[in-house]
T-cell receptor, first 113, second 113 residues
Framework: KAGVTQTPRYLIKTRGQQVTLSCSPI?????VSWYQQTPGQGLQFLFE???????NKGNFPGRFSGRQFSNSRSEMNVSTLELGDSALYLC????????????FGPGTRLTVL | AQSVTQLDSQVPVFEEAPVELRCNYS??????LFWYVQYPNQGLQLLLK??????LVKGINGFEAEFNKSQTSFHLRKPSVHISDTAEYFC???????????FGQGTRLTINP
């Protein structure tokens, strides 16, 4: 069974640009969650999608948005990039039941210059 | 709101020695508890989880953890570590019924030969 895949793995952008990151969950998984990992703030929850609907959202500004497609693939978008958005963005998937293991992808390393 | 405190940011130990990584959590409602490991340049991998039942939980790679409700702790232990255990370890909680994981700041485990 293929794991969670994220593309691209590395990305360099400049301030003010926007970026779209992609996550393909494990086959059969309907829940996709996104996390931001930085040295200063650690791992922080961005949002979770289940069956194309956002079920939960973390405390991030509206510049951070996401969506989920009918095949459960998910994208997150960050508009008007700031230097502080430089981070490792991780997505995780599972069947959608609380307490089930969340399987993490390798992440997308975003650098904002 | 839930919070997680990992009491040690770094733990150095010698190979084949025992190790304990400490985790305390705060929550006014019932939560599920998890330990994840992150190897360099990789995503997170689940070591073990506590949902209910026996307070001693066994996970992969010889790790185990004990849930202590009165002390709101979920410490991770391994009786004998190996060089390959060098990684960052994250304790996390999840509100029952939700998917959002709230992580501690992580503990970097370094194994010296």
């Amino acid at each position: 069974k293929a794991g969670v895949t994220q593309t691209p793995r590395y990305l360099i952008k400049t301030r003010g640009q926007q970026v779209t990151l992609s996550c393909s969950p494990i086959s059969g998984h309907r829940s996709v969650s996104w996390y931001q990992q930085t040295p200063g703030q650690g791992l922080q929850f961005l949002f979770e999608y289940f069956s194309e609907t956002q079920r939960n959202k973390g405390n991030f500004p509206g510049r951070f948005s996401g969506r989920q497609f009918s095949n459960s693939r998910s994208e997150m978008n960050v508009s008007t990039l700031e230097l502080g958005d430089s981070a490792l963005y991780l997505c995780a998937s599972n069947y959608g039941t609380s307490g089930n293991e969340q399987f993490f992808g390798p992440g997308t390393r975003l650098t904002v210059l | 709101a839930q919070s997680v405190t990992q009491l040690d940011s770094q733990v150095p130990v010698f190979e084949e020695a025992p190790v304990e990584l400490r985790c305390n959590y705060s929550s006014s409602v019932s939560v599920y508890l998890f330990w994840y490991v992150q190897y360099p340049n990789q995503g997170l991998q689940l070591l073990l989880k506590y949902l209910s039942g026996s307070t001693l939980v066994k996970g992969i790679n010889g790790f185990e953890a004990e849930f202590n409700k009165s002390q709101t702790s979920f410490h991770l232990r391994k009786p004998s570590v190996h060089i390959s255990d060098t990684a960052e370890y994250f304790c996390a909680v999840c509100l029952q019924g939700a998917q959002k994981l709230v992580f501690g700041q992580g503990t970097r485990l370094t194994i010296n030969p």
